[in-house]
């Protein structure tokens, strides 16, 4: 499953993406601009900081850029930063299929609609978030 504070580190990243190259936001104004809990806010900043996204600016005009090209941050990444692996199903994450059976007609059909879940997201950068009118979130 993924989580509303994956969902709020790709609404922060697409917030930052919206605006000019090297435009400094602070994290009151992000979190004003997408209704997001300030302190959520900063919270998740430390995590994409940690992944290289973004950068923290010091001093009286301070706040935080984004620090890589939008264009080459997708969805699954962002999502695998905050979530950790993504799975539509426990048993896609263990070696043998459910309760030792040798064949599982299930996990061939989970593990094909899991495939496709991850290209979906992996085809979505948070550059196409920021330009289309997805990001009225």
């Not at 994956?6 to 979190?31: F, M, N, R």
């Not at 601009?33 to 919270?43: E, H």
């Not at 301070?62 to 969805?75: A, M, S, W």
């Amino acid at each position: 499953m993924i989580t509303r504070k994956a969902e709020y580190a790709i609404i922060i990243l697409t917030e930052l993406a919206s605006h000019p190259k090297g435009t400094i936001l602070t994290s009151k104004q992000i979190s004003k601009a997408r209704s997001i809990p300030v302190n959520l806010v900063v919270q998740l900043l430390a995590v994409l900081r940690d992944a290289g996204w973004t950068a923290g600016i010091r001093g009286p005009a301070g706040g935080i850029k984004l620090e890589k090209d939008p264009k080459n941050i997708n969805l699954r990444q962002v999502i695998e930063k905050i979530d950790g692996p993504i799975g539509i199903t426990r048993c896609l994450f263990q070696d043998k299929p459910c309760h030792d059976r040798t064949h599982c007609s299930l996990r061939g059909v989970w593990a094909n609609a899991q495939q496709k879940m991850l290209n979906v997201l992996e085809g979505v950068t948070i550059r196409e978030l920021a330009d289309s009118t997805l990001n009225d979130c």
